[in-house]
């Protein structure tokens, strides 16, 4: 479990007329075992959406998937090697 969160919430509201858009940020610290095993199971995670990718046939959803690969591509680069 981390020992410091820092969090903004990401979401947009309406005040007034005026759209305000607000960002989440997340601060997690991991030991290098946490951050091992987080590394494993999110690669594990882009090779299943590498496949189920490839058997799709609706367009909207493998859009989804590329998105949901390039975010976990993106929390990768973040982690430790």
Same mark, same amino acid.
């Given at each position: 479990?981390?020992? @410091?969160?820092? *969090?903004?919430?990401?979401?947009?509201?309406?005040? *007034?007329?005026?759209?305000?858009?607000? #960002?989440?940020?997340? *601060?997690?610290?991991?030991?290098?075992? /946490?951050? #091992?095993?987080?590394? +494993?199971?999110?690669?594990?995670?882009?090779?299943?959406?590498?496949? /189920?990718?490839?058997? *799709?046939? #609706?367009?909207?959803?493998? +859009?989804?998937?590329? /998105?949901? #690969?390039?975010?976990? @591509?993106?929390?990768?680069?973040?982690?430790? +090697?």
């Amino acid at each position: 479990m981390p020992s @410091e969160a820092s *969090t903004r919430k990401r979401s947009v509201m309406r005040t *007034t007329g005026s759209w305000v858009a607000l #960002t989440r940020v997340m *601060t997690l610290d991991l030991d290098l075992k /946490e951050s #091992t095993v987080l590394r +494993e199971i999110l690669s594990a995670q882009l090779k299943q959406l590498g496949i /189920e990718s490839a058997r *799709t046939y #609706t367009h909207d959803y493998r +859009e989804l998937l590329h /998105e949901r #690969t390039r975010l976990v @591509e993106k929390v990768l680069r973040k982690l430790p +090697e």
